[in-house]
T-cell receptor, first 114, second 112 residues
């Protein structure tokens, strides 16, 4: 049982390049989300999905796209990378419903845009 | 909008002492809170949660206290160990869906 798997772990992009950060979970969780973590700012929600085929914007969605074609996968796309997108990105998932709403987080992708 | 903040960005404690990490939140309608622990190079890990109909909840060596009157959360760690050294975040559930809003974190250092 791998939990939440993020790839790659590290990435360097040039300004204007595009790329996709991968996220997969094997817990059959309905809810998945992407956060970015910057020094002194905690984690900020980029996009989230409450199930396959459904996505919505979080606090800081600009410059990012997501899709949710399957329950397992929730990729994050950077359309045209900018230095302001240098950050650590975390994918997380949880099961909806009553009880424990705690997220399971991936180990993160450290992205540097030069 | 909602905001979650922490009173102290860093905290150093002696091994074996108790640690208290504080968190303020702004949305009086928030009904669910979580504390996370993040070790260096890893993603946040769920520690303990509490709902707004509770004032206190205990886990293994950890206790979360909720004071709704002053919109304040605290995480107490008993007999702090070197393995407790990490950044601790409180998170507040948003009004809709499962979105959570995170504070900036408190870095806890345990001195052997």
């Amino acid at each position: 049982n791998a939990g939440v798997t993020q790839t790659p772990k590290f990435q360097v992009l040039k300004t204007g390049q595009s790329m996709t950060l991968q996220c997969a979970q094997d817990m059959n969780h309905e809810y998945m989300s992407w956060y970015r973590q910057d020094p002194g700012m905690g984690l900020r929600l980029i996009h989230y999905s409450v199930g396959a085929g459904i996505t919505d914007q979080g606090e800081v969605p600009n410059g990012y796209n997501v899709s949710r074609s399957t329950t397992e996968d929730f990729p994050l796309r950077l359309l045209s990378a900018a230095p302001s997108q240098t950050s650590v990105y975390f994918c997380a998932s949880t099961q909806r419903g009553q009880g424990d709403y705690g997220y399971t987080f991936g180990s993160g992708t450290r992205l540097t845009v030069v | 909008g909602e905001s979650v903040g922490l009173h102290l960005p860093t905290l150093s404690v002696q091994e074996g002492d108790n640690s208290i990490i504080n968190c303020a939140y702004s949305n009086s309608a928030s009904d669910y809170f979580i504390w996370y622990k993040q070790e260096s190079g890893k993603g946040p890990q769920f520690i303990i949660d509490i709902r707004s109909n509770m004032d206190k909840r205990q886990g293994q060596r950890v206790t979360v206290l909720l004071n709704k009157t002053v919109k304040h959360l605290s995480l107490q760690i008993a007999a702090t160990q070197p393995g407790d050294s990490a950044v601790y975040f409180c998170a507040e559930k948003g009004r809709t869906g499962n979105q959570f809003y995170f504070g900036t974190g408190t870095s806890l250092t345990v001195i052997p």
